[in-house]
């Protein structure tokens, strides 16, 4: 059997269901034809012009991202618009694309529970109304300063940012992956000693000052880079398990926008 896009959204639903999708997001198809076959698939955290001429590259018949490509309604598709110059690039190609996001940092396996084992999370649970976040404890009581290394070095990052005193000791985590601001009041009321996530402004972080919550920015890139692999690896168990003959591709040239640098102050100012 060839499988055709409309089985693979019913593979990936069972895998991630879309029911577990926020309101405001749009994670399935994005641009597609149900009925075609489907042979390659290839994987990328964003759908871009670089990740769709990868797939292109490969034969692949569909892109599958985190991020969708269309969230808000669109009046016009032109190439100088970058949402026109990826959906273009995908016509040409004969690339479809599907997402799977919020649904994706919600399921069962999906993304925040690879990151709570990532981070030895113990017990960790899906709090009342916030499905894409996890609270858990620590094995061990610790010092956000060494939490904040902890998640240095589990997840690969140079450096994360820090709101609270670095010496207070935490036990209990309430974590978000991607940009996770949204759920502060719930990371409060959770009693959470310390809320990891990406994507902290200046009013959250001073809210979460107040209201006594630790704050580790480990960056939307530096949580979710592990989707891709993640994506992959659940799809290829259950096409296995199907006795699907379809070929995996990770697109893995994707990198974090931000670079970090630190000047050495002399003088006091910089003129």
């Not at 996001?101 to 690879?114: K, M, R, S």
């Not at 480990?218 to 290829?236: S, T, V």
């Amino acid at each position: 059997m060839v499988p055709t896009l409309s089985h693979i959204l019913e593979l990936a639903d069972r895998l991630f269901p879309f029911g577990n999708t926020e309101p405001w997001d749009n994670s399935g198809v994005q641009i597609g034809d149900l009925s075609r076959n489907i042979t390659a698939i290839a994987f990328s955290l964003d759908p871009s012009v670089n990740a769709i001429g990868f797939a292109a590259e490969n034969k692949c018949d569909l892109l599958v991202t985190h991020h969708p490509l269309l969230l808000n309604p669109i009046k016009k598709v032109v190439t100088s618009e970058l949402k026109g110059r990826v959906i273009i690039a995908a016509v040409k190609a004969n690339v479809d694309i599907i997402s799977l996001h919020t649904n994706l940092d919600a399921a069962q396996g999906g993304l925040n529970d690879f990151l709570a084992q990532l981070l030895g999370l113990a017990e960790a649970q899906t709090p009342a109304n916030a499905p894409s976040a996890r609270f858990g404890k620590l094995l061990k009581p610790q010092a956000v300063s060494e939490l904040a290394q902890l998640v240095c070095q589990r997840l690969v990052l140079d450096s994360v940012r820090i709101v609270g005193p670095l010496s207070k000791v935490v036990n209990s985590v309430f974590l978000v992956s991607g940009s996770g601001m949204a759920y502060l009041e719930h990371a409060i009321l959770s009693e959470a000693d310390v809320m990891i996530t990406g994507d902290i402004r200046y009013h959250g972080a001073v809210e979460a000052l107040a209201s006594r919550i630790s704050l580790i920015d480990a960056g939307h890139f530096g949580l979710e880079k592990f989707a891709i692999k993640l994506m992959q690896d659940k799809f290829r168990d259950e096409i296995s398990k199907l006795g699907w003959n379809i070929d995996l591709y990770p697109y893995k040239e994707e990198e974090n926008p931000f670079t970090d640098i630190c000047f050495e102050r002399l003088g006091g100012m910089i003129n």
